[in-house]
């Protein structure tokens, strides 16, 4: 149980510098080297996001 427990831990600590690390200094840079067509296809997701925002506060 301990073990499984530090594990956690880890995670924990490890998981949200990881995310900032990608988000900002992976993700972001990298999309210029991306046309147009091609980001709008990786950033799909955001646009039925707000759709399902705008859905759920009606």
């Known amino acids: 149980m301990d073990d499984i427990k530090n594990l956690m831990n880890e995670l924990t600590e490890f998981y ?19 046309t147009k067509i091609e980001q709008d296809k990786m950033l799909i997701h955001e646009k039925y996001e ?3 925002e705008s859905l759920q506060n009606k």
Do not use: G, Q, S
């Open 50 to 52: 707000k759709v399902i």
């Open 16 to 34: 949200p510098k990881h995310i900032e690390k990608e988000d900002k200094h992976f993700f972001i840079p990298v999309m210029k080297y991306f």
